[in-house]
């Protein structure tokens, strides 16, 4: 999965991109890259790890950022591919898949623009740039570029005559993060911890500013007339543990010895009590629960292999059917509907982008019952379950 973070700040952000990329190390991902503006638009990319592109940015200063890992999904894994992607003085980072850029791409190359790399995301660099031709405020372009696009994204657009960084996002996470000195967005919280606690999450087709001074949010609602936005101020309670690789080679390894803790950790409210309250799943849960008749896990990968055993326990102990479906398959095939039936979405991260959908598809199908089993509590997942 890629990961975004971006910063215009009073401080040097080079370091704060960096380690924000550091944090997102645990979705996996091919290439890494950032683009600053100092004061002209310096663009650095790396195959490989993250610590690769920290070597290259050693000694670099600037105040306004952005940068991305990248897990391939058009063309390979290498530096012409790794993002950003640029037109002109305007860099993109991008996650997510664009669904008509053959389209948007052969319109684009009509008009003269030439395309350096084979990724999707190249398309919306030159796309906010000929919207810039006629719309020369950078969050208009933005606005105006994002309604041509179909599919899942978040993006951040960057370009070296404005003091703004833009985001935008459809389908895929992307938040803020307030800070004293500063304005940042993310595709995850924990990417943020190190300069602020303070974030607001962004919805589907929001459209947001951001300024050393504060951010600007219009939605998908106020879009035309550019009406600002009211969007909730939340303070994160995660905390560096739950980000911190640690002495571990790699997360994985991480989350491999810390099993025993963490299923201590989850079992001992529920072994210390008398009985069995479906408030241990929430304030929600006993109304949600009850009447429940059916389950139905969607899930991707190792969760979906998790859910396959939590069928057997849970027809064993519940005496009720329960159904695995692998999340990225499920959306796009034809199936009944059960409004008594509870959705259980298994991720680990909580911002697996297939299974994200599927439970959005559940909701839009009316089975509107949904839990999340994830190890972040304040990511995509956990929220759209919530």
Known sequence: MCGIVAAVAARNIVPVLIEGLMKLEYRGYDSAGLALLNPTLTRLRSVGRVAELAAQAAGQVAHHGIAHTRWATHGVPSERNAHPHVSAGLAVVHNGIIENYAELKQELVAEGYVFASDTDTEVIAHLVRHTLKSTPDLFEAVRLAKARLIGAYAIAVL????????????????????GDDG????????????????????????VAELRRDGVRIVGA?????????????NESTLSADDVELGDYTHYMQKEIFEQPQALAATLEMIGGAQTLSPNLFGVAAPEMLAGVKSVLILACGTSYHSGLVARYWIEQLAGIPCSVEIASEYRYRISVPNPEQLVVAISQS?????????????????????????????SAIVRECA
């Open 350 to 378: 909580g911002e697996t982008a297939d299974t994200l959908a599927s439970v959005k598809h559940a909701r839009a199908l009316g089975m509107g019952r949904t839990l999340a089993i994830c190890n972040v509590a304040e």
């Open 183 to 206: 304005s940042y967005a993310a595709s995850d919280a924990s990417a943020l911890l190190q300069v602020t606690r303070r974030m607001i999450y962004l919805e589907d087709g929001d």
């Open 221 to 233: 609602d106020g879009a035309a007339a550019n009406v600002p936005a009211d969007r909730p101020v």
């Open 159 to 178: 370009q070296e005559w404005d003091d703004a960084i833009v985001v935008a996002r459809h389908g895929a996470p992307l938040l803020l993060g307030l």
